[in-house]
């Protein structure tokens, strides 16, 4: 090998991986880098889309803070009725499937008949259901006046209430 | 031209016959300037002087010439306007010039130029076996020339420093020792031809010598051939050695009358021709006609190149390796940064929506739906702290109470309250509707169109969420 062919053989294959490496670093900056700044833009705007989906939640907070500072166990609104009204003849209760919240939470739903009792009492015993921790509240009321001032009347209440689910059973 | 591959900045001009030796010694300083500097006149002791000269660890290039009479210099001229095409042409065009064949020679190219739509260029060639004899003379002396320069183009440059020829004249280089005469004849475009005198005058302070009448004939051949038809005036520049010698010829060629033109004066012409030879090594010129070359390469030189090649080759792979990392660097770190935003994705997304596992790309559709079945899910749990129908009945109660109205039937839900009861006037069932438009209730009232016996009038109010 003649000085001529080997300098150009040593220089032509060094300018070949120059070449190369100039044709990578120019792909990576003209191709590649552009795509993958786009993917990571793209992935910054998914984490804020994240960021935006969880305070659409973060309005349940409050509501969550407030459960877990009480028992967890509403008292029974036949509890409540005696506690308001003693000596007045209680309702008949009759309790409904329980609807499932975030766990360990569950929605408790309880239907009260008042065949027969003053309105001033039951105002009492909505009063206390209201100020129960966790408190019931009257989803829906009828009542049928049994005389001219309405100072007594039959009753039909559906209470709700948030509980806790007892350890170990399936939310 | 060529680049001298060596960087050094000490050359030694070396002019070495039969009849004794000069060795100038050329240094370029750190703005570029040349100095030189007479080292040695003497028939031997040069390779020694020039070892003594050089400090130990200095590289230095040798430059020797080969004589006039063993080359061929031819100006040659190619109809093209590239100098790159003319050079491809130009070995063929000195070929049929040479009195003998080129494969047996070496050849170089010193001179390359566009002279309007042609390029005019200078062929010099010397037969190997002259070019071999002469550096086996050098070796004898102990001299391994790196380059091996043309005689007559060295003298005529030397002459050329001197200042250059005037427009319109000749200029006549005559480099005279015992050994041969030169005589480079051209003008201010450079040189044209070359004659010599192979059996010069002998220097035995004789005029005339037996030499003579022939050197005063090859004289006024030159002197005819440099006027040309146009009868040019001519410039004499003479140089060579011994001094006397050149000297006592000069003198005596100039009393010719056909031999009359301007001296060009010659600062030490006995070392002209070895400091021309120093200084065209470090200035290049002389790489462009150096005729060791191929076969002839000086071996230390062909390192040098090969090193410089390495050198070269490694420098650029150097710089291609660093560009490539940096790229790499920088695509390694953007795929960092893209698997950490995706590993921080997932989780997120697992926690947000409570799942065990998700899966890659779908991420947010998968916490999306997570989370809206939560939110339906909790929904009811807002409203477990609104206030329920107990308030509406109050809030109702309380305004009956105050426009005398009582209830018969009442039905409250979240959505729908349904009210029959009577009052002591038609207009008193409208405070319990205001009440119920205040808690944003569509409102519908009937009121019966007479009271009843008793003097109450009958109601019903209902209010709805819109």
């Known amino acids: ?171 | 031209m060529q680049t001298v591959p060596m960087r050094t900045r000490i050359s030694y001009g070396v002019d070495i016959g039969a009849h004794g030796g000069v060795c100038v010694r050329a240094v370029r300083d750190w703005r570029g300037r040349v100095q030189t500097t007479l080292l040695h006149r003497a028939d031997g002791g040069i390779a020694e002087a020039i070892r003594s000269d050089l400090r130990p660890g200095r590289a230095a290039l040798v430059c020797a010439a080969v004589s006039a009479t063993d080359t061929a210099i031819r100006r040659l001229k190619v109809p093209f306007a590239s100098r790159r095409r003319a050079r491809k042409v130009l070995p063929s065009l000195l070929d049929v010039q040479l009195p003998f064949r080129l494969e047996d020679a070496v050849a170089a190219f010193p001179e390359v130029r566009l002279d309007g739509g042609n390029v005019v260029g200078l062929g010099v060639a010397c037969p190997l076996d002259a070019a071999w004899r002469r550096l086996e003379d050098l070796a004898a002396k102990g001299l391994d020339p790196e380059i091996l320069d043309c005689e007559a183009l060295a003298a005529w440059e030397s002459a050329a420093r001197e200042g250059p020829p005037a427009d319109g004249a000749a200029r006549i280089v005559v480099h005279a020792t015992p050994e041969r005469w030169l005589l480079a004849i051209g003008d201010a475009r450079g040189l044209e031809t070359v004659l010599t005198l192979r059996n010069p005058p002998p220097d035995d302070n004789a005029i005339p010598g037996e030499g003579e009448p022939t050197a005063l004939r090859r004289l006024r051949a030159a002197a005819v051939v440099a006027r040309g038809e146009a009868g040019r005036a001519v410039e004499w520049a003479w140089l060579g050695r011994p001094a006397a010698y050149v000297a006592r010829w000069r003198d005596r060629a100039m009393g010719e009358p056909a031999l009359a033109g301007r001296l060009v004066p010659v600062e030490a012409p006995e070392a002209a021709l070895a400091r021309a030879l120093a200084v065209r090594a470090l200035e290049g010129s002389a790489w462009a006609a150096n005729l060791r070359r191929g076969r002839l390469a000086h071996r230390g030189w062909m390192r040098c190149q090969q090193r410089e090649a390495v050198r070269a080759a490694a420098a650029l792979l150097a710089a291609a390796a660093l560009v490539a990392s940096v790229g790499a660097v920088h695509r390694w770190r953007l795929g960092r940064e893209e698997a950490a935003l995706r590993d921080r994705l997932a989780r997120e997304a697992a926690r947000l929506g409570g799942l065990a596992r998700v899966q890659p790309g779908f991420e947010v559709r998968m916490a999306r739906e997570a989370v809206e079945r939560s939110r339906a899910e909790w929904a009811p749990v807002e409203r477990l702290f609104q206030p329920g129908p107990a308030a509406v009945l109050a809030g109702l109660l309380r305004a009956a109470t105050q426009a005398g109205a009582s209830f018969h039937t009442v039905e409250i839900t979240d959505r729908v309250v349904n009210i029959e009861g009577s009052g002591p006037s038609r207009d008193s069932p409208r405070a319990l509707g205001d009440l119920l438009r205040l808690l944003g209730r569509e409102v519908r009232l009937v009121t019966c169109e007479a009271p009843s016996p008793e003097g109450r009038w009958s109601f019903t109010l209902e209010g709805r969420q819109p």
């Open chain 1, 1 to 171: 090998m003649t000085l001529s062919t080997l300098r150009r053989v040593a220089i032509g294959t060094s300018a070949a991986f120059a070449l190369a490496a100039l044709g990578w670093v120019g792909w990576i900056g003209a191709v590649d880098a552009p795509a993958r700044h786009a993917r990571l833009e793209g992935l910054r705007a998914e984490l804020r889309e994240l960021g935006r989906l969880e305070e659409g939640l973060e309005r349940f907070a409050p509501y969550w803070r407030a459960l877990e500072s009480t028992s967890g166990a509403p008292p029974a609104p036949a509890d409540l009725w005696a506690a308001v009204a003693p000596g007045l003849p209680g309702p008949e209760v009759a309790a409904s499937a329980e609807q499932p919240l975030r766990p360990p939470w569950r929605v408790r739903r309880q239907e009260l008949s008042f065949a027969e009792t003053a309105t001033d009492a039951l105002g009492a015993f909505l009063e206390a259901c209201g100020t129960a921790r966790p408190p019931w509240r009257a989803s829906s009321l009828r009542l049928h006046a049994l005389d001219a001032g309405a100072t007594r009347a039959r009753v039909w209440l559906a209470l709700e209430a948030a509980a806790r689910a007892p350890e170990g059973t399936t939310p």
